[in-house]
């Protein structure tokens, strides 16, 4: 089976089995909170895989002027959403600001 089928076929199995989990959460998703992270994970899984397709397709069809532009497209928009996936997380601790612990008191 090609690469291009057997991702077709997935991409269908997943519209069937998900497409009511996500229209049933859809209305629950709280925007001011963090993305969780395994669905961060998931997501960038998918977006490595698009920008690895691009990129070696760029590198395969260097020489064909036609092809360049949408496949420069696809590869800038999965950068962009990478992106926007790192940033959908809990924000990095500031290390700057965090406080030594109380020291132990001897019992009195």
């Known amino acids: 089976m090609q690469t291009s089928e057997f991702i077709y076929k997935k991409m269908a199995s997943l519209e069937q089995s998900g497409a009511g989990r996500f229209q049933e959460t859809a209305g629950k998703y709280d925007s001011a909170q963090p993305m969780p992270r395994t669905v961060r994970h ?33 590869l800038e ?4 959403a ?24 001897p019992p009195a």
């Open 42 to 74: 998931e997501l960038n899984n998918i977006l490595t895989i698009i920008q690895g397709y691009a990129d070696s397709l760029l590198r395969k069809h260097r020489q064909d002027p036609a092809l360049q532009p949408p496949l420069q497209l696809i």
């Open 77 to 80: 928009s999965a950068r962009r």
């Open 82 to 105: 990478a992106t926007l996936i790192r940033e959908a997380g809990p924000p990095a601790p500031d290390l700057t600001r965090r406080q030594n612990p109380p020291s132990p008191q």
